[in-house]
C-alpha cells in the first residue's frame, strides 16, 4: 500500500515541476521585457528623468514587477548594460586569436564590433554612457569596470604580443589601448550625432585608422 502511494506520488512531482517551468519562462520573458522597455525609456528620456512607471508601462508589466527583478532604476541600468554587452566582451576574451597578426585580430574586432554592436541597439547603451555617465558616476564606474577594464586588457595582451613578433613600431597600443577602441567611439558619437546629413561607414572608417595605426615607417 506504502509503495503504491509513493508510486502516485511522484507523477504528482512531475506535474508540480511542469508547472513551474511555464512560470520561470514567463517571468524570464517578463525581465526581457523590462530591460527592451528600459532601453526605450532611457534612450529617449535619459537615465534622470527616466520613471519605472513609464518603464512597466512600455513592458506591459505592474510597475511592483520591475521590483521582483531589479532593486531600484539604477540596478535596472547596470543590469541593462550587463545583459546587452557582456556576452560581446566574454565573447572577446574567449576569442582563440593571439596568435594571429595584430592587424588581422584587428580586422576581426571590427567586424565584431560592427556586427554585434553598432548595427545593433547595444550602440545605443553605449550612447547612454557617454551622455549619462558624466552626471552618474556609478553608471560611468560599473561599465568601466564590466566592460572597458576587459576589452583593454585583452587589447593590451594582443599588442604586447604583436610587438614581439616586430608587427608594430612602438609600443603605443601597449600604453595606451584606448587607441584601438577610439575610432568605435567616434562612430557611435557620429551616428547619433550627425548621420542625417553625412552617413558614416563604420566598418571603413575604422579600418581605415588601421591603415594609419599598422603604417610602414618609410626607410631612408
Not at 105 to 129: G, M, N, P, W
Not at 142 to 151: A, N, Q, S
Amino acid at each position: 500500500m506504502a509503495k503504491s502511494l509513493r508510486k502516485a506520488a511522484k507523477p504528482r512531482g512531475a506535474a508540480v515541476k511542469r508547472r513551474r517551468e511555464p512560470r520561470a519562462l514567463q517571468s524570464e520573458k517578463r525581465r526581457e521585457a523590462i530591460l527592451a522597455a528600459a532601453l526605450d525609456e532611457f534612450s529617449a528620456r535619459g537615465f534622470a528623468s527616466a520613471r519605472l512607471d513609464d518603464v512597466a508601462r512600455r513592458a506591459g508589466v505592474a510597475k511592483g514587477t520591475i521590483y521582483l527583478h531589479f532593486r531600484d532604476k539604477e540596478t535596472l541600468f547596470q543590469e541593462l548594460v550587463r545583459a546587452e554587452l557582456s556576452p560581446v566582451v566574454a565573447a572577446l576574451e574567449a576569442a582563440p586569436v593571439t596568435d594571429l597578426p595584430m592587424r588581422a585580430v584587428a580586422e576581426h574586432l571590427i567586424t565584431l564590433f560592427v556586427r554585434e554592436i553598432f548595427q545593433t541597439r547595444r550602440k545605443d547603451v553605449i550612447r547612454l554612457i557617454l551622455t549619462e555617465g558624466p552626471r552618474f558616476p556609478a553608471i560611468a564606474e560599473f561599465y568601466y569596470r564590466e566592460v572597458v577594464e576587459h576589452v583593454m586588457a585583452v587589447i593590451r595582451r594582443l599588442a604586447e604580443k604583436a610587438i614581439e613578433r616586430g608587427e608594430l613600431p612602438n609600443d603605443s597600443l601597449v600604453r595606451f589601448p584606448q587607441l584601438l577602441g577610439a575610432p568605435g567611439i567616434v562612430a557611435i558619437i557620429w551616428s547619433g550625432l550627425f548621420d542625417r546629413w553625412v552617413k558614416l561607414d563604420a566598418e571603413a572608417f575604422m579600418r581605415a585608422y588601421l591603415d594609419l595605426v599598422f603604417a610602414k615607417r618609410k626607410t631612408a
